[in-house]
Nanobody, 113 residues
């Protein structure tokens, strides 16, 4: 069964860091660009960062310079390193295989003092 499984969310103080991981089963990882999305309460889901199979990245303006997306082909894993976190980064974060119907279950990030 094809799956995306996220981990790494939690509670962190403003200015802190977290690293999210998304493990992809099957051949997803070698076939698809991967993206991290987030959805805050009452808001639409938005793209945070994406990385192609060749490692080309793009970021939303709100996280540029603070977040870094990367992928490890040996581990079938995509990461989102989040630094200098702000309260407005609080959201459920989802991993997605771009141009597919595949989404992870989400991991909650809460930035609060």
């Amino acid at each position: 069964q094809v799956q995306l499984v996220e981990s790494g969310g939690g509670l962190v103080q403003p200015g802190g860091s977290l690293r999210l991981s998304c493990v992809a089963s099957g051949r997803i990882f070698s076939l698809y660009a991967m993206g991290w999305y987030r959805q805050a309460p009452g808001k639409q889901r938005e793209l945070v960062a994406a990385i192609t199979t060749r490692g080309i990245t793009n970021y939303s303006d709100s996280v540029k310079g603070r977040f870094t997306i990367s992928r490890d082909g040996r581990k079938n894993t995509v990461y989102l390193q989040m630094n200098s976190l702000k309260p407005e980064d609080t959201a459920a974060y989802y991993c997605h295989a771009e141009n597919s119907e595949l989404w992870g279950q989400g991991t909650l990030v809460t930035v609060s003092s």
